[in-house]
T-cell receptor
Framework: AQSVTQLDSQVPVFEEAPVELRCNYSSSVSVYLFWYVQYPNQGLQLLLKYLSGSTLVKGINGFEAEFNKSQTSFHLRKPSVHISDTAEYFCAVSGPPKAAGNKLTFGGGTRVLVKP | EAQVTQNPRYLITVTGKKLTVTCSQNMNHEYMSWYRQDPGLGLRQIYYSMNVEVTDKGDVPEGYKVSRKEKRNFPLILESPSPNQTSLYFC????????????????FGAGSRLTVL
């Protein structure tokens, strides 16, 4: 079974400051890792994904994440946030190819509030 | 535009009154899934479908039904809604997992907020 833990439920941050959202996962098999963003009153949008290859993954809107297999982490970072980055962020994991269900297991979410 | 469309977006109903939330995708995706989102719990999978007439339970299937009679549509049915089904529901779709490495990327609908009184 897989599980995902997002260590912070809320992260307040000032505009133009850096932000890091922490995500740890557990799985007995190799995984794919994702970060999704949910803006207020909207659906989920893919921010970035790690499928294989380089452990540093760059996504949209200046976000990046690093896959650390030994620490089973996939932390999300942005060097300078904007007001428009106010949203809820979800870390998710899925199993290897052809795993039944293509199920994403989500963390509980981290609300980012960017203050002026 | 490639998208997943859910209807209704908002619904208030009463306990026991059957309702259906529709989901349609225009990307010719084989795989479709329903999730519910509750505060602090993230999203949890309700049901999924690998193709037409192929459906299976996710983590929280109790109280829900689904059908997949056409490739593009995957309705979620609440036969007798109860207040604990008050939630935000998301439909998602993707290519069949394993067809290529990017097939695991899900496209989500905008969500359907359901309140059961």
């Amino acid at each position: 079974a897989q599980s995902v833990t997002q260590l912070d439920s809320q992260v307040p941050v000032f505009e133009e400051a850096p932000v890091e959202l922490r995500c740890n996962y557990s799985s007995s098999v190799s995984v794919y890792l994702f970060w999704y963003v949910q803006y207020p009153n909207q659906g989920l949008q893919l921010l970035l994904k790690y499928l294989s290859g380089s452990t540093l993954v760059k996504g949209i809107n200046g976000f990046e994440a690093e896959f650390n297999k030994s620490q089973t982490s996939f932390h999300l970072r942005k060097p300078s946030v904007h007001i428009s980055d106010t949203a809820e962020y979800f870390c998710a994991v899925s199993g290897p190819p052809k795993a039944a269900g293509n199920k994403l297991t989500f963390g509980g979410g981290t609300r980012v509030l960017v203050k002026p | 535009e490639a998208q997943v469309t859910q209807n209704p977006r908002y619904l208030i109903t009463v306990t026991g009154k059957k309702l259906t939330v529709t989901c349609s995708q225009n990307m010719n995706h084989e795989y479709m899934s329903w999730y519910r989102q509750d505060p602090g719990l993230g999203l949890r999978q309700i049901y999924y479908s690998m193709n037409v007439e192929v459906t299976d339970k996710g983590d929280v299937p109790e109280g829900y039904k689904v059908s997949r009679k056409e490739k593009r549509n995957f309705p979620l049915i609440l036969e007798s809604p109860s207040p604990n089904q008050t939630s935000l529901y998301f439909c998602a779709s993707s290519l069949l997992p394993g067809t290529y490495s990017g097939a695991n990327v899900l496209t989500f609908g905008a969500g359907s907020r359901l309140t059961v009184l």
